[in-house]
């Protein structure tokens, strides 16, 4: 199984909501990620947890809150969101950092900001 | 940090020619190539990756090439299809979790 599942697929939410991402994967990978992707633009890296640790914040807003539950689970809480975070979040996963580098990835929740 | 240069932004296709896209890094210290291939409405899936130790590696028809020295690396496909038709994202690994995407190729294979 080489699947990253995310829900929901898509998600309407007005500047007052409070909403959550979820990301699942069975691979017994140990590294998860989150990106945004706006329209024709290349996946820019958000967050990545390395064995359920956040090892790197890439100076994302606090309205973004990420989550590790545990190795298979990855959340992303969203809260007082911004129109411009309208974009699509993509979720990865990747083996132990010391044996390879692949990144599986998602097929992303599309979310609008009203 | 990285900096990741892609070219072409659009490259449209013969259905049977083959597709080039070439790709530039800046960090010597990269050591991890990956291809990635993003179909409209979904995320992107890895189609072939090399690294640094490699010079040339294949799957079907698809080739990676990489040119350490120059700091260049390349995807071929021969034999293009319309299912080939799709954005193609390069990238360069550092390590550390970090990976650096170019901006992206727009691939049209006309029937």
């Known amino acids: 199984d080489t699947e990253v599942t995310q829900t929901p697929k898509h998600l309407v939410m007005g500047m007052t909501n409070k909403k959550s991402l979820k990301c699942e994967q069975h691979?017994?990978?140990?590294?998860m990620y989150w990106y945004k992707q706006k329209a024709k633009k290349p996946p820019e890296l958000m967050f990545v947890?390395?064995?359920?640790?956040?090892?790197i914040n890439e100076s994302v807003p606090s309205r973004f809150s990420p989550e590790c539950p545990n190795s298979s689970l990855l959340n992303l809480h969203l809260h007082a969101l911004q129109p411009e975070d309208s974009a699509l979040y993509l979720c990865?996963?990747?083996?132990?950092?010391?044996?390879?580098?692949?990144?599986?990835f998602g097929p992303g929740t599309r979310l609008t900001v009203t | 940090g990285e900096n990741v240069e892609q070219h072409p932004s659009t490259l449209s296709v013969q259905e049977g020619d083959s597709a080039v896209i070439k790709c530039t890094y800046s960090?010597?210290?990269?050591?991890?190539f990956p291809w990635y291939k993003q179909e409209l409405g979904k995320g992107p899936q890895l189609i072939i990756d090399i690294r640094s130790n490699v010079g040339e590696k294949k799957d079907q028809r698809i080739a990676v090439t990489l040119n350490k020295t120059a700091k260049h690396f390349s995807l071929h496909i021969t034999e293009t299809q319309p299912e080939d038709s799709a954005v193609y994202f390069c990238a360069a690994d550092t390590g550390g979790f970090k990976t650096i995407f170019g901006a992206g190729t727009r691939l049209f294979v006309k029937a």
């Open positions: 691979m017994g990978h140990r590294a």
């Open positions: 960090d010597s210290a990269s050591n991890y």
């Open positions: 990865a996963s990747s083996p132990d950092r010391d044996d390879a580098y692949e990144q599986y």
């Open positions: 947890y390395s064995y359920e640790k956040l090892s």
